[in-house]
């Protein structure tokens, strides 16, 4: 699959998540709609209330099928508003959404909802993760061990929070300061809970400089993933205000990680998001555009085209058909 195809046209999907359970590739998407919110630098106009999971066993030539609405927002007892990206993980035959969602004092929290099956539904718990804050979280599982990757700047809040605690107002490092950086945290056993403080994910350049927050081109913005080739931890993520998707690769799931380059150049529309994953002895970067929505921003749809590695492990940048805003 040389050329990017849409996923799903009759319906605007976003922020794909993506894995393979059971032989089957299902996509967990983040659900746009119109709901009249102005747009904002806060984000509002992603106001999204639920989310459906879709799955195919043949991405190549198939269709997918559409499992319907698996988790709505008027079941999560915590809810504010604007369920945004989330991320499923397999332990033990149960599958364990993890979802952002403002609460009701409007402050970003990650909740869990777990179901039996890929497919759902889940059911959410009735608190957001016990320490949880931002955005985006994405999950890993290493050797038996699951580690989430969260956080996003401007909306998703991420530049309220230091070392884990809310500032009394967010501040944003000087241009020359080392960039804010996503988080990631190892699950505790029950997969409810943070089993340790989230750490910064520590992006460097060539020279093993961490990236500044001037940077705007490489620094990390939103939209944490994380996949493994070759042995190697390939973090990748969303530089936002430059929408570009980057990656940096590390030795090991906390990193560090050093910057290689760009996987995505930017797309119609100001978000960018991903999933990459293998299937079938290939490997597929999904992702979103706005060309169908004629560039609304906020009604977004899902895409997914072949990604492919150069034999010294880099990734071959893919021409996302946007402009540099
Ligand atoms: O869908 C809302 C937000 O837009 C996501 O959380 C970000 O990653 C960006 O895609």
């Keep these: 699959m040389k050329t990017a195809k849409y996923l799903v046209p009759d319906d605007y999907m976003a922020d794909p998540a993506v894995h393979v359970f059971n032989g089957k590739l299902?996509?967990?998407?983040s659900h746009d709609w119109e709901s009249g919110k102005p747009e904002n630098d806060n984000g509002d106009h992603f106001d999204m209330k639920d989310?459906?999971?879709?799955?195919?066993?043949?991405?190549?030539?198939g269709g997918l099928t559409d499992h319907g609405v698996v988790l709505d927002i008027k079941d999560i007892l915590w809810a504010g508003r604007q369920l945004w990206d989330c991320d499923v993980a397999c332990k033990?035959?149960?599958?364990?959404?993890?979802?952002?969602?403002?609460?009701?004092?409007?402050?970003?929290?990650?909740?869990?909802?777990?179901?039996?099956k890929p497919e759902g539904p889940f059911?959410?718990?009735?608190?957001?993760?016990?320490?949880?804050?931002?955005?985006?979280p994405c999950v890993l599982e290493e050797k038996?061990?699951?580690?989430?990757?969260?956080?996003?700047?401007?909306?998703?809040?991420?530049?309220?929070y230091r070392d884990n605690k809310a500032l009394e107002s967010a501040a944003f490092p000087a241009d020359n300061e080392p960039a804010i950086p996503s988080r990631v945290v190892k699950l505790g056993s029950t997969m409810l809970e943070f089993a340790e403080e989230p750490r910064p994910v520590i992006?460097?350049?060539?020279?093993?400089?961490?990236?500044?927050?001037?940077?705007?081109?490489?620094?990390?913005?939103?939209?944490?993933?994380m996949h493994k080739y070759n042995g190697k931890f390939y973090f990748s993520y969303s530089t936002g205000d430059?929408?570009?998707?980057?990656?940096?690769?590390?030795?090991?799931?906390?990193?560090?990680?050093?910057?290689?380059?760009?996987?995505l150049t930017p797309v119609v529309g100001w978000?960018?998001?991903?999933?990459?994953?293998?299937?079938?002895?290939?490997?597929?970067?999904?992702?979103?555009?706005?060309?169908?929505?004629?560039?609304?921003?906020?009604?977004?749809s899902l895409k997914v085209i072949e990604l492919e590695y150069n034999a010294d492990g880099t990734i071959k940048t893919i021409d996302g058909g946007g402009i540099l805003r």
Excluded at 92 to 105: H, V
Aim: charged share 20%; with cysteine; aromatic share 18%.
């Design 203 to 225: 992006i460097l350049d060539k020279d093993g400089k961490p990236l500044t927050h001037g940077d705007n081109k490489r620094r990390f913005f939103e939209a944490s993933w």
């Design 26 to 29: 299902y996509i967990y998407p």
């Design 144 to 160: 038996g061990e699951y580690y989430m990757y969260f956080g996003g700047l401007w909306g998703g809040q991420l530049q309220r």
């Design 92 to 116: 033990n035959g149960r599958y364990y959404m993890y979802f952002p969602l403002k609460d009701k004092t409007d402050i970003f929290r990650i909740g869990v909802a777990i179901a039996d």
């Design 271 to 300: 978000t960018t998001h991903h999933a990459i994953v293998e299937y079938k002895e290939k490997w597929y970067l999904f992702h979103h555009d706005c060309v169908p929505s004629n560039d609304i921003t906020w009604l977004r």
């Design 51 to 61: 989310y459906h999971v879709f799955s195919t066993d043949d991405i190549e030539n």
């Design 123 to 136: 059911i959410p718990q009735s608190d957001p993760v016990k320490g949880s804050y931002s955005i985006d």
């Design 242 to 263: 430059t929408h570009l998707l980057c990656y940096a690769i590390g030795d090991n799931p906390y990193g560090p990680f050093t910057y290689q380059g760009v996987i």
